[in-house]
């Protein structure tokens, strides 16, 4: 057990690999369970992480889409539009490959939105220039809505 974990500390892919081994063989005994215990819970806490930053992402262009994009010039917002929906659709193929691949990730989705939502309020008011006053204090959008493909707010004019 000493020499798998300072394997650890020295050569992560090999004590990645002789800890696979020993699982598959059952020798649960030599097994660093310290190491073992903290990747796994990294694991989780990276899949939770990857989901917040998709959702804050994709809620910053959804918030932009909806409250900025009628404040354009015709040709910017037409190239603004483009770029934003492509980042939405990029956004949501990724979260639903993440939620498909992870499924227990389902299970944290309302929190993540809750935490994502936070951050992209602020992400939408930097790059817009708009008050955060301007943007809903709770996420607008239901969880289905996020992951709807065709699902695009409605524009709000702002004086």
Request: a negative charge; charged letters at 30%; proline letters at 4%.
């Amino acid at each position: 057990m000493q020499d798998l974990s300072r394997l650890y500390d020295q050569d992560y892919a090999a004590w990645t690999e002789r800890t696979a081994e020993l699982l598959r063989a059952g020798r649960f005994a030599e097994l660093d369970v310290e190491h073992l215990i903290e990747e796994l819970s990294d694991m989780g806490k990276s899949q939770q992480h990857e989901l917040v930053n998709r959702l804050r992402v994709l809620l910053a262009h959804l918030l932009k889409w909806q409250f900025q994009y009628r404040q354009r010039s015709e040709r910017w917002a037409e190239f603004e539009g483009r770029s934003w929906r492509s980042t939405i659709i990029e956004q949501r193929a990724a979260l639903q490959y993440l939620l498909r691949e992870h499924p227990g990730l389902k299970a944290k989705l309302a929190d993540a939105v809750a935490k994502a939502y936070a951050q992209a309020t602020d992400v939408a008011a930097a790059e817009t220039g708009l008050p955060l006053t301007s943007f809903p204090a709770d996420c607008p959008y239901a969880l289905d809505e996020l992951l709807d493909r065709a699902f695009y707010p409605e524009c709000v004019e702002h004086p």
